[in-house]
């Protein structure tokens, strides 16, 4: 393609590119997704195209691989337009009739998604609880365009807002962001807009943008999915907010560990580039601006925002105190503004659609949709995006299909590592900005963790203290010394030796390092302890005075035994144990030998009569 040189071109290149795509052609989609392609999705792709080769289909069939669908649970999935016909976990074997029924005008049942609860076979994608819930702006393109072809991206209306934010006074764009009412998708929720302007405030002749992609959170992965199925919005979003602020340089942060967003952004930003959508007078604007992709080495304190200035200057990356904010003084002392992967993806719709479109979506002050990595003890495990407001209730039920194999949820961890734990009579909260907050929690980056009545809350919250103490970068007494001490504290009662003293002390501690720390990793780290204690006290009550893990999680407090009069002498436990604890005859009542036994739980998996006792 040549290069575009005014907004006329890209006009005129949409409308060449959309009377391509609508050409009378079967669209099959394969979801190339990091989740899906750990199910071999990528075979799938191969399949289909020698089988449409070998059938003569190549003027009948497009076959596209976009990026992530969502619900991951159910790779690899492929969907089949103009019908929106959904096959879900689609092995190789399973192409060549795929396309036969497809010719005939028919569907492979069995490959349909079952609903668990009706037992009903469901044609349609936008018929699955799955999807029907969710409002789907950040990634409505993900399962539709191909990310690595820009042609994909502004056939689909990709860089209209551009054009469009070209054409508009930058205090005009900053305006109508402010209004909007976004805010930052990172954690920490600050007014886009504002942050916007202030960077514009400032009197300096070198602004920067960042976008930041280091994402860390165990369970979470939106930011990757985002920029691996569509880094283009990313882009655009970008541009805009650089122009809104006068900035001519910009860096995507993205962590090394996420190969895929880091070839499909670089991938990205050379074809923006060669089509003269980055670079010198984008669009005859007289504006211009490139992006620098940079790869993180997997820090999470670089979440941080003046963190990840210092590992972008090559400096060890660690926070710094605020004042001076970023805005004021950040990359190379230069006013700088960081907004999160997701925010920037907002933007394009925002100047599109316009600010009243986007702020009558979600609550008073939480406006727009999230992104949430939906994981854990769920049946329909995936990637959500909902709309500000909906309660946590239709999140894990309607959406999440509840607990797998009939067991209670007991608590959602939402907000990443350093967000609450929310029991399950808080589900019908609304899922906005000062509730999580009030609740304990915080909405963080999107990570929604789903744990059943088989997890024990203090064993989490360890689990939780452990990666975050780990993670701490050292420089403030407060959160090197209190995250491990509260670690420390967490261990000794789940092995049965701490008191109710101790108990006292590791909230105190908890309410200490939240006052004292420097940046957001340890203000918000005392949060699953704090919240644990609020909402399931007595489980820690419980390992203190009892000895006893009620969740039968916690090893040192736990004992498998065998009840004889349940046991058949099927040998099935004694042929399992890893470490030659169980002894018996074929055919007659089996024992556990305490002393050896690593309770590991295997003989419980494995026993078909319940004759293996967790106490």
Partial sequence: MRRITSVADLEALRRKLQEKYRAEKLRIIVCGGTGCRSSKSMEVVEAFKKEIESLGLENKVDLKVSGCHGFCERGPIVVIYPEQIFYQRVKPKDVPEILERLTRGEVVDRLLYEDPNTGRKIKHVYEIPFYAKQKRIVLSKNGLIDPTSIEDYIAAGGYKALSK?????????????KKSGLRGRGGAGFPTGKKWEITR??????????????????????????????????????????YAIGANKGWIYVRHEYPLAVKHATLAVHQARELGLLGENILGSGFSFDIEIVKGAGAFVCGEETALLQSIEGKRPSPRQRPPYPAQQGLFGKPTCINNVKTWANVAYIIERGADWFSSIGTRTSKGTKVFSLVGKVKNSGLVEVPMGITLRELVYDIGGGAPDGKKVKAVQIGGPSGGCIPEELFDLPIDYESLTEAGSMMGSGGVIVMDENTCMVDTAKYFMKFLKDESCGKCVSCREGTQRMYEILSDITEGKASEEDLQLLEELANVVKDASLCGLGQTAPNPVLTTLRYFREEYLAHIREKRCPAGVCKALIKYTIDPEKCTGCDACRINCPVGAITGKPKEPHSIIQEKCIKCGICRDVCKFGAVILS
């Fill in 201 to 242: 405030m400032q009197k300096s002749d070198v602004k920067y943008i960042i976008c930041n992609c280091d994402e860390g959170d165990p369970g979470a992965y939106m930011d990757r999915s985002v920029l691996e199925g569509n880094p283009h919005s990313v882009i655009e979003g970008m541009i805009i907010g650089a």
């Fill in 165 to 177: 934010a070209l054409q508009m006074k930058p205090e005009e764009i900053i305006e109508e962001i």
